[in-house]
């Protein structure tokens, strides 16, 4: 927590933006260290992309799905807002459609063996991505999400440029491209080539992984549940229990975090400094 402090000790007015993993995870932790957060959000739901819906008695993800063992500090939040027993073992089988809609499942603990067996991708695509493995293991000690400036000197393209000079374009579109997709969530000419590397280290990583039983929205409703949900001016934003802002209307404080559905404007995030 030390690093969270300011040089007086005293507490500080930080603002947060987005209510994805990334913004509730920093406001999390700058509650706890006593500061006073505004954390914002443009969407009228909590979570980003995390987003679970309940449609005919199904419980259907949107998004994310799994969290990887390796996310030790998003599951240190999720054991510290009470969520540990919602915890439970999550598939690791990835499948992947080939153009017939035929589905080719890989089990993540056993890659080397699925990739070997697969007919998802030909003997030479397979050989082209054999070199994954040789740069994951060549980068391995730079790619750390705790320290994104030993990634730098991998940052100078995007993932898909990387990965189409790399491993030619026949292994990069049937299945470097699918699995990027998947586990980012976003196109790869939008992400770094660290990022790629990244994805890869941690698909090929033998770890376990995680859901949460009544879904990954629920941890966005639990890590806002000691914030107290306000709206300015068409914009959403939490502040901890106890701080009272003039001319805003509370919306909710606790557990449902309940927000409007309809668009807000940008102004308002100026309006409510
Ligand atoms: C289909 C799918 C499946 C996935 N599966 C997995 C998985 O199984 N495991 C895994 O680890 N990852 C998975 N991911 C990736 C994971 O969802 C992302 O890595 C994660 O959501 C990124 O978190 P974030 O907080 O950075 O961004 P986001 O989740 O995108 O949240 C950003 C938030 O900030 C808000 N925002 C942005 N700009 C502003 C602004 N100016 N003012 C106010 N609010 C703003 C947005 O509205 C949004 O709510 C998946 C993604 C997708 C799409």
Redesign the pocket.
Known sequence: MSELTSDTGAALHMAV????????GAAWRLHKAGHRVKL????G??????RTQHIDGFQI????????GS?TRFLSIVKESGLGDQLIPASTVLGMLDENGRCHDFEVAKIHRDMARTKLISFKEKLDLARITLDVVKHRAKLDVEDLSKMAELDHMSAEQYGRKRFGHGAYENFVDPVIR?????APNTVSASDLLWVFAAFMKIQKYYALKDGMQIYAEMACKPLRVWQIRG?TFFVPTGTIEADSKALHAGRTCELPREGHD?AG?ESAR
Do not use: K
Not at 17 to 24: D, M, N, R, S
Not at 40 to 43: I, K, M, T
Not at 45 to 50: K, T
């Open positions: 933006i987005g209510t994805g993993p990334a913004g509730l914002f959000e443009r969407n739901q909590l979570g980003g992309r995390m993800e949107d998004g994310p799905t799994q969290i990887a996310y998947g586990f980012v969530g976003t914009h940008a995030i």
